[in-house]
């Protein structure tokens, strides 16, 4: 797990091993599972060495096998596309010679233009609630602990997390509002914000699938894919609100997308992501 923002940045001190090919290791955790958000952040960033001075504005990935996080990651990327506005990389993430995801990632020099975007939702302060930390410490004792464990940000829900949910006697809904803000310092450059963006968007939609889909996070499930939009830049010294929901499930798969706005209204970027929860095995 991603304890500190220092273990973040980590991610994406990728090592150059020549021919537009990069390497990252990733936090080792006790089931070996590298996070596919983690993986989809490093891709971006591997993606962005080759396309110097354009920042991202979209990244689409599958991912196609479990990665072991005790062994380091190889990302070839192919250069697809250079035009006057655009660039579009090809990323491949290997170990010892399978894929484990596949992506495109586009980069942009800007243009001027209108703008315009939809209303943030509304929500309390971020001031009035609780830290998750605190409102899940009675369940302390599960996933060893993990409920309770440090976090790299401070991360607070408007709407009951699936744990408490779950105790209520009613399920999740398939709406989730969250709180966010780094705890520390992240770096201006536009790349690092847009690959804190990619890893924060990837890890929490999933909640709202639970309750419509009928499952807990005891259940297993697996993330077929991840897709994120860059509009705005990031300011994660103060509060975002990632507001996420569910418009459907079926055949074992819940599509769940997401918009993050600043405190101040402005979307900064939306994403979207299938799971996948496989039928239990027959004993």
Not at 114 to 121: I, L, S, W
Request: overall charge negative; hydrophobic content about 40%; charged content about 20%.
């Amino acid at each position: 797990m991603l304890v500190t923002l220092a273990d973040v940045l980590d991610l994406f001190e990728l090592a150059a091993l020549g021919g537009d090919i990069f390497e990252g290791t990733q936090p080792d955790p006790p089931n070996h599972h590298i996070v596919g958000g983690q993986i989809a952040a490093q891709a971006l960033m591997a993606a962005s060495r080759t396309a110097q001075g354009r920042r991202p504005h979209s990244l689409h990935v599958y991912f196609l096998r479990r990665g072991d996080a005790r062994r380091p990651v190889r990302f070839e990327v192919a250069r697809l596309h250079d035009g006057g506005t655009f660039s579009t990389r090809r990323i491949a993430a290997t170990q010892a010679g399978e894929v484990l995801m596949e992506g495109l990632a586009s980069f942009t020099a800007g243009v001027v233009s209108a703008d315009y975007q939809r209303t943030m939702p509304p929500a309390p302060p971020p001031e009035s609630l609780m830290p998750i930390e605190e409102q899940l410490a009675p369940y302390a004792e599960e996933f060893g602990g993990f409920w309770i464990e440090e976090r790299p940000f401070d991360v607070r829900y408007v709407d009951p997390p699936p744990r408490i949910a779950m105790d209520s006697g009613e399920p999740a809904g398939p709406v989730s509002r969250i709180w966010l803000r780094a705890r520390g310092a992240i770096p201006p450059d536009p790349v690092v914000n847009s690959c804190v963006l990619t890893l924060q968007s990837a890890l929490t939609p999933v909640e709202t699938t639970l309750g419509p889909m009928r499952k807990s996070q005891y259940d297993i499930s697996a993330l077929l894919d991840h897709t994120v939009w860059f509009h705005r830049p990031a300011d994660f010294s103060d509060w975002l609100i990632y507001e996420q929901t569910s418009p459907t499930g079926v055949a074992g798969r819940a599509l769940a997308t997401g918009a993050i706005y600043n405190r101040a209204g402005d979307l900064v970027c939306t994403a979207a992501q299938e799971i996948y929860f496989p039928p239990p095995r027959e004993s």
